[in-house]
Each structure stands twice: as structure tokens, then as C-alpha cells.
């Protein structure tokens, strides 16, 4: 297979819409993408066009490689539907629509951790304040038990020395 001519560059049809002539006589047109030596075409948002006497048929493709050796013609049918600048412009704002929606869902995490950090906070402080309202109880309990116990010592000690008392 012979090498084209390169003195027909297509890069300034980069982003415009052409309709590529097969040499089987199919037509298909859309968005240039890209090219190459041999005139291999790269095209999105395609739509193969047959046309007979009675109708137009229109087929859907979207992205398609196109070899150069099948190409009879091609025509440019619009400019690029829109400018480099615009492109940027619009890829510009979606990146800060991207990062403005990524740094909401990061806030919105941390409330979420923030929250269950103060419940499982507050459930731990529950808990420590029952533990400690349950010593509390349990240690006076425990005094009282202590002074019965103390009580109790005090009057047997007084009756062992009334009964010793007794016995002398």
C-alpha cells in the first residue's frame, strides 16, 4: 500500500462535521477527530446516511475509524459546533463543578463522623455516669453495711464485757 500525500493536512478540520464518500458509495458523516498519513479517519457522533429514491435512512455509529484506502471524497459540512476556547471554557467548569461536588461530599462526611463521634460520646458518657451514680450507690451501701457492721461489733463487744462482768 502506497504512503498518501501529506500536502493535503486536514488538521484544520479537526472538530468540524464532513461527510466521508466511500468508494462502495456509503456515506457517513460526522465529527473529525483525527487523522494520519495513510488519511485513516477518526470520527465521533457518526450517523451513516443511505439514501434511495423513496427515503433517507439515518443510522446512529457513534465513534468510528475510517481507512483511508475506502475514502472516495470527503466534504466539510459545518465548522466545529464550537470553538477550543469554549471547549476549555466548558471543561474549566466542569472541573470546578466536579471539585466543589467532591469537597460537599467530603464535608458532608465529616458531619456524618462528627455526628456519630458526639452520639458514641454521649452513649460513653451514659454509661460512665451510670457506673459511677452505680459505685456511688454501691459505696454507700457498702458504708452502710460498714456502720451496721461496725454497730454490730460495738454491741458485741459491750455484751462480751457485761457478760464477763457478770461472771467476775
Keep these: 500500500m502506497a504512503k498518501a500525500s501529506t ?3 486536514l488538521s ?3 472538530n468540524h462535521i464532513i461527510k466521508v464518500i466511500f468508494i462502495d458509495s456509503t456515506i457517513i458523516q460526522g465529527e473529525l477527530k483525527g487523522f494520519d498519513n495513510y488519511m485513516n479517519l477518526l470520527m465521533q457522533n ?3 446516511i443511505n439514501t434511495t429514491k423513496e427515503s433517507v435512512k439515518k443510522k446512529q455509529m457513534g465513534f468510528v475509524l475510517i481507512r483511508g484506502e475506502q475514502i472516495l471524497a470527503t466534504t466539510v459540512i459545518t465548522a466545529p ?3 477550543e476556547e469554549e471547549k476549555k471554557l466548558i471543561q474549566k467548569k466542569k472541573l470546578e463543578q466536579l471539585e466543589l461536588k467532591l469537597s460537599k461530599d467530603k464535608l458532608d462526611k465529616l458531619k456524618k463522623f462528627e455526628k456519630k463521634k458526639n452520639h458514641s460520646i454521649g452513649k460513653i458518657k451514659k454509661s460512665v455516669e451510670k457506673n459511677l451514680s452505680l ?3 454501691k459505696s454507700s ?3 452502710k453495711k460498714s456502720k451496721i457492721s461496725v454497730n454490730l461489733k460495738q454491741q458485741n ?3 462480751k ?3 464477763t462482768a457478770s461472771k467476775k
Design 7 to 9: 500536502s493535503g493536512n
Design 12 to 14: 484544520h478540520l479537526i
Design 46 to 48: 457518526c450517523v451513516e
Design 81 to 83: 459546533l464550537i470553538t
Design 135 to 137: 459505685k456511688q450507690k
Design 141 to 143: 451501701g457498702d458504708s
Design 157 to 159: 463487744k459491750k455484751v
Design 161 to 163: 464485757k457485761a457478760t
